[in-house]
């Protein structure tokens, strides 16, 4: 298995323009999350979803933010218009449903720096 | 949401044991106890959890105090890949049950 695949890895942008990361989670894995990074507020959830419809985007900062799933294999999180404090580390992670442990598989993640 | 306390950062010489602490004074009756780890510029990975017994796996063993308000990741033998932030986390069993709390973790060094 591939694992959780996400792009692009790197991704360096100017204030103002689009940016759209994606994911590819894990075949068969029900849910799918979207995490930010930084130094300053650590690892936090975004958002995440469940057989494709968003469960819970509490943790989408504003609504320059937004999460689409148009299918089991496929999520995006674009951001509209970026600007520089959204430099962060960008995770996707996936897990199958009806699991004890919950364990949550992470991908690489996304670098992006907005000038 | 319940929160975790760890120290900032941690060293240990390679091959031998490590112990990573872990407070968590407010946790709940049904919470369970996860322990993540994140390798230099990876995502996290799943190291082990449990709820109120002691628990081994293949990567290491958590033992967790009769009260729950504290735990401990044991890594049995160190070695310089085991050198990453590790993360102690309280997952509720109620809606939040998907919502993970990473907070600030605990910086392993490992020498060599």
């Known amino acids: 298995d591939a694992g959780v695949i996400q792009s692009p890895r790197h991704e360096v942008t100017e204030m103002g323009q689009e940016v759209t990361l994606r994911c590819k989670p894990i075949s068969g894995h029900d849910y799918l999350f979207w995490y930010r990074q930084t130094m300053m507020r650590g690892l936090e959830l975004l958002i995440y979803f469940n057989n494709n419809v968003p469960i819970d985007d509490s943790g989408m900062p504003e609504d320059r933010f937004s999460a689409k799933m148009p299918n089991a294999s496929f999520s995006t999180l674009k951001i509209q218009p970026s600007e520089p404090r959204d430099s962060a580390v960008y995770f996707c992670?996936?897990?199958?449903?009806?699991?004890?442990?919950?364990?949550?598989?992470f991908g690489p993640g996304t670098r992006l720096t907005v000038l | 949401d319940a929160k975790t306390t760890q120290p900032n950062s941690m060293e240990s010489n390679e091959e031998e044991p490590v112990h990573l602490p872990c407070n968590h004074s407010t946790i709940s009756g049904t919470d369970y106890i996860h322990w993540y780890r994140q390798l230099p510029s990876q995502g996290p990975e799943y190291v082990i959890h449990g709820l109120t017994s002691n628990v081994n796996n293949r990567m290491a063993s958590l033992a967790i105090a009769e009260d729950r308000k504290s735990s401990t990741l044991i890594l049995h033998r160190a070695t310089l890949r085991d050198a990453a932030v590790y993360y102690c986390i309280l997952r509720a069993t109620s809606s939040n049950f998907n919502k993970f709390y990473f907070g600030s973790g605990t910086k392993l060094n490992v020498k060599p």
């Open positions: 992670a996936s897990r199958p449903a009806g699991t004890a442990s919950g364990e949550q598989f």
